[in-house]
Every structure is written in structure tokens, then in C-alpha cells.
């Protein structure tokens, strides 16, 4: 992998560790020579993540909508900014510019992101691995929500596998590096992909 898009809040939260881990992910990120996609701000875990990449010379790439461009929001040292028309528009560059995806703590931005993009998985739109880094049991409230709408039927056992989980940085990489995408749905008219 050579790109992550990172989804994550626009605060820093109340969690240290998770302070703690978003640093080191941007640090990890530099090691492995991985590119940083994410939503552009230089505030909260966002800025965090941003600030350990670009301090350990590593390349970032935000994407953020025009409404959203503040001198207060956008951080001034980015790799390259590329600005949007909609919020939906910044998510399809995101894709665009990534080879996976990553679910730090976030709000309801993450929350959106994540789903978007999940949805987009499942319905064979893309055979990204997509992977929640789950900081301090900051997830388990949302794994525990998938797996009841496996048990409910409302989500199929495979499309809730197709999401790589993980407590360490490192661990979770590398189960997105050795992710096997899902055939695409043979419901899926593949003319319109």
C-alpha cells in the first residue's frame, strides 16, 4: 500500500491514548513509506496524525471543501491540498488518491465516512481494504451494533469480514496489506461500475 485514507475527528477528544496512538500512526505511516490521505485539518486527531507524518518528513495529501476552508481548519503545511465542491466530492477524491481505509476515532464525520465507504465495499464498488483501528475499546460499541445486524439479517456475515479490526497499528496494516477483496456481487450490473 502506498496510500491510506485516514477517517477521523476534527477534535482531539478526551482520550490520551488515543492522542497517544494518533501520533504514533502518523509516525508508522513514515516508516512503512505510506502516503497520508485524509480531510486536510490541522486541528484535533486529524491534525494530529498530519503533524506526525509531515514532521517526520512523510507526504500528506487533504482533501477538503471549499465551504471548510479556513485558515483556522486547513493546515498550512500539507504535501498537496486539493479542494472540493461537496462534502460528497471530497470522499470520492479520498478514494480516489487511496489504497485502503482507516477508521481512527472520530464523530459523526467518521461515522459517515466509514459507512459510505463500507457501503461502497459491499456493493462491489471497490476492493479496498478498509480497516477500524479500535483505540482503547473506542470501537467496540460499533463492532458489537455489526455483528447484531448479522444476527438481525440485515447484514451479510461476509460484507461484516470484509472489515479488517484491529487494537495495534502495526497488526492492523498488516491485515489490510494481506486483505482479499470480496467478488463483486453477481447482482451487480457490471456495466455501471
Same mark, same amino acid.
Given at each position: 500500500?502506498?496510500?491510506?485514507?485516514?477517517?477521523?475527528?476534527?477534535?482531539?477528544?478526551?482520550?490520551?491514548?488515543?492522542?497517544?496512538?494518533? &501520533?504514533?500512526?502518523?509516525?508508522?505511516?513514515?516508516?512503512?513509506?505510506?502516503?497520508?490521505?485524509?480531510?486536510?485539518?490541522?486541528?484535533?486527531?486529524?491534525?494530529?496524525?498530519?503533524?506526525?507524518?509531515?514532521?517526520?518528513?512523510?507526504?500528506?495529501?487533504?482533501?477538503?471543501?471549499?465551504?471548510?476552508?479556513?485558515?483556522?481548519?486547513?493546515?498550512? &503545511?500539507?504535501?498537496?491540498?486539493?479542494?472540493?465542491?461537496?462534502?460528497?466530492?471530497?470522499?470520492?477524491?479520498?478514494?480516489?488518491?487511496?489504497?485502503?481505509?482507516?477508521?481512527?476515532?472520530?464523530?459523526?464525520?467518521?461515522?459517515?465516512?466509514?459507512?459510505?465507504?463500507?457501503?461502497?465495499?459491499?456493493?462491489?464498488?471497490?476492493?479496498?481494504?478498509?480497516?477500524?483501528?479500535?483505540?482503547?475499546?473506542?470501537?467496540?460499541?460499533?463492532?458489537?451494533?455489526?455483528?447484531?445486524?448479522?444476527?438481525?439479517?440485515?447484514?451479510?456475515?461476509?460484507?461484516?469480514?470484509?472489515?479488517?479490526?484491529?487494537?495495534?497499528?502495526?497488526?492492523?496494516?498488516?491485515?489490510?496489506?494481506?486483505?482479499?477483496?470480496?467478488?463483486?456481487?453477481?447482482?451487480? &450490473?457490471?456495466?455501471?461500475?
Amino acid at each position: 500500500m502506498k496510500s491510506i485514507a485516514v477517517f477521523c475527528g476534527s477534535s482531539s477528544g478526551n482520550d490520551q491514548v488515543i492522542i497517544n496512538e494518533a &501520533n504514533r500512526l502518523g509516525e508508522i505511516l513514515v516508516q512503512q513509506e505510506i502516503t497520508l490521505v485524509y480531510g486536510a485539518a490541522q486541528i484535533g486527531i486529524m491534525g494530529i496524525v498530519a503533524n506526525a507524518v509531515l514532521n517526520d518528513g512523510g507526504n500528506v495529501i487533504g482533501v477538503v471543501p471549499h465551504f471548510l476552508s479556513s485558515k483556522e481548519i486547513i493546515h498550512p &503545511n500539507l504535501s498537496e491540498l486539493i479542494q472540493t465542491d461537496t462534502m460528497h466530492d471530497r470522499k470520492v477524491i479520498m478514494y480516489d488518491k487511496s489504497d485502503g481505509f482507516m477508521i481512527i476515532p472520530g464523530g459523526f464525520g467518521t461515522m459517515d465516512e466509514f459507512f459510505e465507504i463500507a457501503t461502497w465495499g459491499q456493493l462491489g464498488l471497490h476492493s479496498k481494504p478498509i480497516g477500524i483501528l479500535n483505540t482503547n475499546g473506542y470501537y467496540d460499541a460499533l463492532i458489537e451494533q455489526c455483528k447484531t445486524m448479522v444476527e438481525r439479517g440485515f447484514l451479510n456475515q461476509e460484507n461484516f469480514d470484509a472489515i479488517v479490526v484491529d487494537t495495534e497499528i502495526e497488526g492492523l496494516l498488516q491485515k489490510m496489506k494481506d486483505f482479499k477483496p470480496l467478488p463483486v456481487p453477481k447482482w451487480l &450490473n457490471k456495466e455501471r461500475l
